[in-house]
């Protein structure tokens, strides 16, 4: 998977065009985006993939290509600015694409702001044919980046539970894909349902919850490998485990002999287990905060299901929602800046964010059964799910809640994780 990578000029910091995506209201930027040229198809499948990327994060407006009055012929040269301002394409995005004597392909972008006169950025990758799609992932996570200062999730993945068949008999495998719903790959076989998956933060291995034999059994399973292991028997489960920062630990819910659902946390060395809250009501969906020193769960200790927040080693208990309705499945954000969570309110599902404090408390989308939260790892952008036609179907939305999007997938799909930056 491994791509290699160089700079081809340098990026000055004085250049004008800028996106600043901590205002409240962020005009989406116009950006002109041309085929790259050479590699016949694959040069202007690249823009394609570029483009779409761009366009669905809600802060890049891709000029159609018909406007343009320029044709790039040498992506190498300086382009004719007046020609893009007069389209009022603030920032140009010009490449190639070639093919080693290695068999190898090089990709190579220069990103230009058009009023300053400049470029901006430039960079060449070189990739095998498997990894074309990335190389584009690559480009425009750049991009995202040279313009707004913040790291792009494009070039990620997202493991989920893809469902088809008759309701009544659903098939549920689990799957991986491509964070734009590319590149399906099958990670089981679909002889039992698996639920849950979570995203190691070392990228490459999942938990996922399994009823292969009748009885809930936590699983670690290696993506690009397929050997799995088994954590352990869990009957009292109801969700896959979520891994502590530094993957050496898995943070879950358990039902035991008590009758009382409370969290543990369990050494991925030693299998021992932690028992970090103590409680005579129902404590589940555990997440650490990004630096693993605290954890947010939901509890109805206090008569129904709300957010709390406590230390990784369950001291200084804290209750942090006060809103109307049930609270569930709380993810603390990548940044640490934000929960994400579901609600219950006014008899609609709701996807919503709040302060770690438990001020600020937004709805981003609401609607009829929809749950799951899941971070894109730049803290900019969530996925769930939403039952809809029949089944649920992925749905991301950015954290202005106007940037709503379906994402494509052939089934019906549930319970997405987005997986780290890939390496």
């Known amino acids: 998977m491994a791509l290699g990578m160089t700079a081809i000029v340098p990026m000055p910091a004085w250049a004008l065009v800028e996106l600043n995506v901590n205002k409240g209201n962020v005009e989406p930027l116009p950006i002109a985006i041309t085929d790259f040229q050479g590699g016949d198809a694959l040069g202007a499948q690249i823009s394609q993939i570029v483009t779409a990327d761009l366009k669905r994060s809600g802060l890049f407006a891709p000029i159609d290509k018909s406007a343009f009055i320029e044709k790039i012929a040498n992506p190498d040269a300086t382009p004719r600015f007046d020609d893009w301002k007069v389209i009022n394409a603030q920032a140009l995005v010009t490449g190639s694409v070639s093919k080693e004597a290695d068999g190898r392909i090089r990709a190579q972008y220069r990103l230009w702001d058009t009023f300053a006169g400049q470029q901006m950025a430039g960079e060449q990758f070189f990739a095998n044919d498997a990894n074309q799609r990335r190389v584009a992932h690559i480009i425009a996570d750049a991009i995202y980046e040279r313009l707004t200062g ?151 200790r206090g008569g129904r299901a709300q957010i709390y927040v406590m230390g990784a080693d369950g001291s200084g208990q804290t209750r942090i929602s006060f809103g109307d309705g049930v609270y569930s499945t709380p993810v603390w954000a990548p940044r640490g800046d934000l929960i994400a969570f579901t609600k219950q309110s006014g008899g609609e599902f709701q996807i ?32 769930f799910f939403r039952d809809a036609n029949g089944g649920p179907k992925l749905v991301s939305v950015d954290l202005t809640g106007r940037n709503e999007q379906p994402i494509p997938t052939t089934n019906f799909a549930s319970d997405p994780a987005w997986s780290p930056l890939l390496e």
């Not at 530094?246 to 039902?255: N, P």
């Not at 709805?363 to 929809?370: A, C, K, Y």
């Open 150 to 300: 913040e790291k792009g999730y494009f070039d990620t993945r997202v493991v989920f539970i893809d469902e088809s068949g008759a309701k009544n008999a659903r098939k549920k495998r689990l799957a991986i894909m491509d964070q734009d719903g590319a590149n399906v790959r099958y990670l089981s076989d679909g002889r039992s349902i698996v639920l849950t998956p979570r995203f190691s933060p070392n990228r490459q291995e999942i938990t996922y919850m399994s009823y292969e034999s009748g009885q809930p059994r936590v699983y670690l399973l290696q993506i690009e490998t397929g050997q799995r292991e088994l954590v352990g028997n869990f009957p009292g489960m109801t969700f896959a485990p979520r891994f502590s920062p530094d993957g050496q630990k898995v943070i879950m819910s358990l039902l035991r002999d008590d009758g009382n659902s409370n969290i543990f946390a369990m050494d991925l060395r030693s299998r021992s287990t932690t028992r970090l809250t103590n409680s005579t009501a129902i404590d589940t969906s555990p997440s650490y905060s990004p630096d693993g020193s605290k954890v947010v769960f939901t509890s109805d």
């Open 352 to 383: 919503g964010v709040m302060k770690t404090d438990g001020s600020g408390e937004r709805i981003l989308s609401s609607g009829f059964q929809q749950e799951g939260p899941t971070w894109a790892p730049n803290g900019r952008v969530l996925m």
